[in-house]
């Protein structure tokens, strides 16, 4: 491009074919405009780095997948945004001025220190995608979890999961320390600092053993009799015990108070009393008969089942992942 008597560039444009008027005004680039709106893109810089390597706008299109005509107005486009002309165009070729250049020398490190972010950003995610946390209550980790698990290896082979069971509160604790990346809950309300989805709906059942009096009442079981009967529960916290005592009022003190729906099953089979549990735990038990499910009236113990993770952090990568096989 042409010089003053100083040896410093000439004037934007001073290069007759270069196409380049430094008037159009177009772009702000006074010091006080938005970083982002006096540098030009990757693309464009991409662009410019493939001019000077190859010396052929039309061939630099080409490699960059991109028409002639687009790469033109996008090197136009940046010579206006930085208020100097980059190259000039002839029918032997393109080939950079003085001033496009030193910009093409500055471009290859920005070119060369965005290539490196790429690369440690897709680190962190492999790191991120190489393990899953996941804390769920009793319920569904014992009997949902299972089936979206073997779901998610078929997608994710290389994730290593692992699984923290424990009540409603507890998941709770673990996903706002930073302990779980996606947990499950059954309890009534979602706890507070976390986002939610429902999941699926459960059900609530009132089941004994085959010799206990209420398997040959004649008439359903009231509300207020479950109520005031010592009933084999989970401890408190559990979702199962805030959807029980929300629907009836309050409970009578349990008959045994037991930290996971296994036991509290195994106690109702044995004939230690009666349990209130989830339908999904009891399927198998309720066919052979060892257990027997009592007839509600008055009541009905419905409940959302929903997937949780901390407020304004929606899941990504394999949590992501696991709770759409959840839908």
Request: net charge positive; hydrophobic share 45%.
């Amino acid at each position: 491009m042409g010089t003053s008597s100083s040896g410093a560039p000439g004037p934007p444009g001073s290069s007759g074919s270069s196409g380049f008027s430094g008037s159009s005004g177009a772009f702000d680039t006074s010091p006080a405009a938005p970083l982002a709106h006096r540098v030009p893109d990757l693309g464009a810089l991409s662009l410019l780095l493939a001019v000077a390597r190859l010396g052929s706008l039309g061939r630099a299109a080409k490699e960059l997948g991109i028409t002639q005509p687009a790469a033109s107005s996008r090197i136009r486009s940046m010579e206006r945004q930085l208020g100097v002309a980059l190259v000039d165009r002839s029918p032997r070729g393109s080939r950079l001025t003085d001033a496009g250049a030193l910009v093409t020398d500055w471009a290859r490190r920005i070119v060369e220190a965005a290539e490196a972010f790429d690369v440690g950003a897709q680190a962190l995610r492999d790191r991120r995608d190489s393990r899953l946390r996941v804390a769920a209550s009793m319920t569904i980790a014992e009997y949902l979890l299972p089936g979206w698990l073997i779901a998610l290896r078929t997608q994710r082979p290389d994730t290593a999961v692992s699984l923290t069971a424990g009540n409603s509160t507890a998941v709770a604790e673990r996903l706002l320390a930073g302990e779980a990346d996606l947990g499950f809950v059954e309890g009534l309300t979602v706890p507070n600092g976390l986002d939610a989805a429902v999941i699926a709906h459960d059900r609530l059942i009132v089941v004994t053993a085959p010799g206990h009096a209420w398997a040959r009442r004649g008439k359903p079981l009231g509300a207020r009799e479950l109520a005031a009967t010592p009933l084999i529960l989970r401890e408190e916290g559990s979702g199962t015990r805030q959807v029980l005592d929300a629907a009836l009022g309050g409970l009578a003190r349990p008959l045994i108070e037991l930290s996971s729906t296994t036991a509290v099953k195994a106690s109702a089979v044995n004939g230690a009393g009666p349990a209130v549990l989830s339908e999904l735990a009891v399927g198998e038990e309720l066919t052979s008969r060892r257990l027997v499910r009592i007839p509600l009236e008055g009541v009905l113990l419905r409940r959302e089942l929903r997937a949780v993770w901390p407020t304004g952090h929606r899941p990504t990568g394999p949590a992501r992942d696991l709770l759409s096989l959840t839908r």
